[in-house]
């Protein structure tokens, strides 16, 4: 399992993410003799009564720089588990970390990092920012991008060590990835990182696999918890947020910044396309349809802001043209125009 670990989901929820992390691993926080946290101690496997599964865990930057005590309880639990004398059907981690060994060689303690990350004073797996420029070719140049800034392994000891080549060879055996959303504050289509950090791994595991990985969210935002596959998530807040009038009209009493949200979202979406695929071609029609097929929404838009409507209408052509989906031929001259439109308006606006 692939999780991604942001720091601020886990102050509010008290370490939420931590402890499911902990207890797919079969570990749990060890105390000292005054209470106070000092590392992880495994459940015997009688009592956890199933296998120990590994997790290749990706943390944010803001993670690594509020949470160092928690990043080393991780990783001693991931050593632990690596270590102990079970067979290797019942611990996952054992017999991936062993194989690794077999395979690579080096020592125990190297082929049992879990704890992936960015290096010191560095955020991010610039895939957002790639995908925000356009700067890109191939799906795999995301991938590469991610597993380059989140090849930063930590162990017992806190401090990053380069292993990318480590990073890529667990992310091979991968099955899902998935992570928490705690707040309906934001969606996975609201900030450009939940792709940057789920669907840059989701790709990242894809190139070292060469299939579809299946990804989930766990919705953790209505108190019981509720797991969705990203696509479900995507259709979900494609429907209830971007294409909802309730929501958008909302944004658009904010006036241009309302429409660079709406133009955010759409880029958002591309993100999710570029790194999971999970994103259905409806969303696209729907949303050219709604910001830009309608004119009169398409010259409110480009009144407020006329610099995120073209960006936007941009976005909805290079997913076409990606491939991301196949509009008809009308709907693409509609989308064309509209952008020659705007950028006329752009040089119009420069010249003034
Ligand atoms: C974090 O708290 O780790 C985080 C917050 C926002 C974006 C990315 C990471
Ligand atoms: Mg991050």
Excluded at 43 to 49: D, H, K, N, Q, S
Aim: hydrophobic fraction near 40%.
């Amino acid at each position: 399992v692939a999780m991604v670990l942001w720091g601020t989901d886990n102050l509010k929820t008290e370490g939420g993410p931590i402890a499911q992390a902990l207890a797919l691993m079969g570990a749990t926080p060890r105390y000292d003799s005054y209470g106070r946290l000092a590392g992880a101690a495994l459940i015997p496997l009688a009592e956890l009564g199933r296998p120990r599964i590994d997790v290749v865990m990706t943390l944010s930057g803001i993670f690594r720089d509020l949470l160092p005590l928690q990043m080393k309880l991780l990783a001693e639990a991931a050593l632990l588990a690596a270590k102990a004398e079970e067979a290797e059907e019942e611990n996952y981690i054992r017999k991936h970390t062993l194989h690794h060994l077999a395979q690579h060689g080096g020592t125990i303690e190297e082929a049992a990092l879990r704890v992936f990350g960015n290096t010191d004073g560095t955020y991010g797996a610039n895939v957002n920012a790639m995908i925000s420029d356009g700067a890109w070719n191939e799906e795999d140049e995301l991938a590469a991008a991610f597993v380059k800034r989140k090849g930063f392994a930590y162990g017992r000891a806190g401090k990053p060590v380069q292993h990318v080549k480590l990073l890529s060879s667990v992310l091979a055996d991968v099955q899902l990835a998935y992570q928490n959303l705690d707040s309906v504050e934001l969606g996975v289509t609201t900030v450009d990182t939940y792709f940057d950090t789920l669907g840059g791994i989701a790709r990242a595991v894809k190139r070292q696999r060469g299939s579809d990985t299946p990804v989930y969210i766990s919705d953790q935002t209505r108190g019981t918890g509720k797991i969705r596959t990203l696509r479900d998530q995507i259709a979900l807040e494609s429907r209830s947020r971007t294409l909802n009038p309730k929501f958008y009209e909302g944004l658009l009493k904010h006036g241009a910044e309302g429409v660079r949200q709406i133009e955010a979202h759409v880029t958002n979406t591309m993100g999710w396309s570029a790194t999971t695929e999970a994103v259905d071609p409806w969303v696209y029609q729907r949303l050219s349809e709604t910001f830009v097929l309608d004119e009169a929404m398409r010259k409110r838009l480009a009144a407020l802001n006329p610099a995120a409507s073209a960006r936007m209408t941009n976005r909805l052509i290079e997913a076409s043209e990606r491939a991301y989906w196949t509009p008809d031929a009308a709907t693409l001259a509609a989308l064309q125009g509209a952008a020659d439109e705007l950028e006329d308006r752009l040089e119009g606006i420069a010249a003034e």
